[in-house]
């Protein structure tokens, strides 16, 4: 079946990179997302990726695919506390198959 | 702003009650799907309407419906609210043709708590 997965926290000192991995199960999912959660809000779309690709570069955001694993990396270079949030995997076929989210903190 | 508007913002509800959520898709989406997000999970994807038509569902309940509208606004109605319904419900839409496009826009939720 189709299932997602995510570390459940991740804590980085500002100004280190952040790197959050994914995995999923679908191999016929054209796209895989990244979602950005913030407390008390909606999800807000931070890139995607089509599943022809191996890299996609977007400011200080770097989205790895590896589609023969399945595995699915998002890095933040230059974390800053703005970042602080619930970072979400998603994969896409016929509807949008979400992670558990991954909490990312920052320690000064 | 995504452009996504859902209402209410918040909603106490008792069990057994019914309730009807709204959500006004982004100008020029013809797609909108439903999601329930409980404390600590993911989204779980309830349906999706296009163009009016329900085009895909998840694993809820048939007391989970929805409408959408010529406008492509749409709504989500519970019957029978169960406790375990209380959670974050979320809308996004989409310009696509019944699949997902590249951008999915999501509100910004409809928080319902079930007592």
């Known amino acids: 079946g189709e299932d997602v997965e995510q570390s459940l926290f991740l804590s980085v000192r500002e100004g280190d990179s952040s790197v959050i991995n994914c995995t999923y199960t679908?191999?016929?999912?054209?796209?895989l997302y990244w979602y950005k959660q913030e407390p008390g809000a909606g999800l807000q779309l931070l890139t995607y990726i089509f599943s022809n690709m191996d890299m996609k570069q977007d400011q200080r955001l770097t989205v790895l695919l590896n589609k023969k694993d399945k595995h699915l990396s998002l890095r933040i270079a230059d974390t800053q506390t703005g970042d602080s949030a619930i970072y979400f995997c998603a994969e896409s076929a016929s509807k949008i198959i979400f992670g558990s989210g991954t909490r990312l903190s920052i320690r000064p | 702003e995504t452009g996504v508007t859902q209402s209410p913002t918040h909603l106490i509800k008792t069990r057994g009650q019914q309730v009807t959520l709204r959500c006004s898709s982004q100008s020029g989406h013809n797609t909108v799907s439903w999601y329930q997000q409980a404390l600590g999970q993911g989204p779980q994807f309830i349906f999706q309407y296009y163009r009016e038509e329900e085009n895909g569902r998840g694993n809820f309940p048939p007391r989970f419906s929805g409408l959408q509208f010529p406008n492509y606004s749409s709504e989500l109605n519970v019957n029978a609210l169960e406790l375990d319904d209380s959670a974050l419900y979320l809308c996004?839409?989409?310009?696509?043709?019944?699949?997902?496009?590249?951008?999915?826009?999501f509100g910004q939720g409809t928080r319902l708590t079930v007592v």
């Open positions: 996004a839409s989409s310009d696509g043709t019944g699949g997902w496009n590249t951008e999915a826009f």
């Open positions: 679908d191999s016929s999912s054209t796209y």
